[in-house]
């Protein structure tokens, strides 16, 4: 079975709902078979690079739009779903900063099969560590730590390596009129958007295979094309 997903880093209900799937497919008895293929998204692509992210709270209030209560609402939302799937939530020190070097990392490890891990470790360090993940040197030392050789990671920073991957990726996302992150395709017979509890992702393993017809959709808190999530 094929599971796709399109994330970006800065959504952090893409961290939740990441999480939410990996905690189903524990569950799931043909685990195994089924390969998680992690697409592209990007939020905001006018954001600063290179280590020049600014707080998430400025920009979630003079950038996005929203009130001072609606952040509330927002962050105490997460800040339960961070309870319940086990991780810290620090989203009010976050740093809001460019996701395309982070998404070509991401891209490399995949050629080696360690994208979903090389991605939990940057929504790490963004969600629960307030980390600048546009940061070169904190992108090196993830990649390192997962198993990447330093070397070629240095080689792609260098240069443009994945760029196009990643543009056709969201390319690919808008063809589907996928709008929202994160969206997991289940052999693109089902769909999940936002991060929907563990039990809805285990229904969508155990029932894929099954499904015929239009696809079917399930739909949670998600963040959308513009760079906002909803409350």
Known sequence: MKVE???????????IGKIHYEQALQQFAH????????????????????GNGYSVVDYLLKTAGLSENNLKQMFAYIEQLAENAGV????????????????????????KNLGSKVLSLISKAYFEDAQDYSDINLL????????????????MFAGDDFKAEVERDIQEAHQLGIDTVPTF??????AIIGAEPVQVFLDA??????????MEVRKGKSCNADGTCEI
Not at 205 to 214: A, P, Q, V
Request: charged letters at 25%; aromatic letters at 6%; proline letters at 5%.
């Open 5 to 15: 997903v399109w994330t970006d880093i800065m959504c952090p209900y893409c961290y």
């Open 31 to 50: 685990a195994s078979e089924v390969e998680l293929v992690i697409k592209a998204f990007r939020l905001n692509p006018n954001l600063p690079d290179k």
């Open 88 to 111: 810290k939530f620090n989203l009010p020190n976050a740093i809001a900063a460019n996701t395309l070097d982070a998404h070509r990392l991401v891209k490399l490890a995949a050629k």
């Open 140 to 155: 090196t030392g993830i990649g390192i730590k997962a198993g990447l050789d330093e070397a070629e990671i240095d080689q």
């Open 185 to 190: 395709l289940f052999e693109r017979k089902q």
């Open 205 to 214: 393993l155990k029932t894929t295979n099954i499904t015929l017809g239009d």
